[in-house]
């Protein structure tokens, strides 16, 4: 593999040239909020993008460092703010930096033996994740939540086991601010 170069074009939250471009809508989380009937009164009304994120990839093995830019959008389902899927990795021993560049953001983290921890987002904050941490980010502000993310080449995602389980942790507005909470339905 040859060196090469991307643009991050800090504004906008975007990479070029991007070899992938993933768009989440409300409808490909349909599981993943709290609030089940404002999410169907929501889908009635439109399917929002939730977020977007601009990959670059690399050979999937282990010394290589994949890189994303992601927008999450702002707004809420019910009181709960717009999020990311949030996932482990594939590789559970894998870590994964992110760094804030625009807006305001939390990260949620928890493992698989209970442990959570959270991480207050603006721009300029930078947070390791370790490994064996799932992690989500979601959008606490009235604009769009930019961040960076770098993480091993042969990191890749699991999804399925917060689909399945829930994060442990939700993000919701009380009083006109974000507060974390303990998800009811977490598995």
Known sequence: ??????????????????DNVVVR???D??????????????????DPVL????EVHVPPEAG????????IYPGKVGDEYFM???HFHAVEGTAEIYVGLQGEG?????????????????PGVMAYIPPYWAHRMVNIGAERF???????????????????????????????APVVIPNPQAG
């Open 1 to 18: 593999m040859q060196p090469f170069a991307t643009v991050l074009d800090w504004r906008e939250g975007t990479i070029s040239p991007a």
């Open 25 to 27: 809508r409300l409808s």
């Open 29 to 46: 989380m349909k599981t993943m909020y709290h609030d089940q009937a404002a999410m169907a009164r929501m889908l009635k009304a439109s």
């Open 51 to 54: 977020y977007e994120v601009y």
């Open 64 to 71: 290589h460092l994949n890189h994303c830019c992601s927008i």
């Open 84 to 86: 990311t899927k949030g």
């Open 106 to 122: 939390m990260l949620l983290m928890q493992t698989r033996d209970g442990q959570v921890a959270h991480i207050a987002f603006r």
């Open 146 to 176: 930019i961040f960076l993310g770098v993480y091993p080449g042969n990191a890749g995602h699991n999804y399925g086991t917060i689909e399945q389980t829930g994060f442990a942790r939700l993000v919701v507005e009380r009083d006109g």
